[in-house]
């Protein structure tokens, strides 16, 4: 009998606004991982899908699955700057 041993891998996701509408989603920890969703949840769902058919396919290629950094950390940064 087969075994079905699964475990619970969690990855930083970065959702950006897209300019013409929806959500982009990409990956740090996965260069060229990417999706996006006209939503907000619609994104969450989709990167939850692509996440899990891109790691897959690095365990089918025989490739290891990179270990998760930490969280990036996203803020704003205020300047001031000359009027024009």
């Not at 990855?11 to 990417?34: T, W």
């Not at 949840?41 to 939850?48: S, V």
Request: glycine content about 8%; proline content about 7%.
């Amino acid at each position: 009998m087969a075994s079905t041993h699964t475990q619970l891998l969690q990855y930083p996701a970065i959702f950006s606004h897209d300019q013409k509408g929806g959500y982009n989603v990409s990956f740090p920890d996965l260069p060229g991982c990417v999706t996006f969703g006209e939503t907000l949840n619609e994104a969450k769902e989709k990167a939850a899908e692509v996440l899990g058919l891109w790691l897959e396919e690095l365990q089918d290629k025989g490739e290891a699955v990179p270990a998760a950094t930490t969280d990036p950390i996203i803020g704003r940064v205020s300047v001031s700057i000359p009027a024009i």
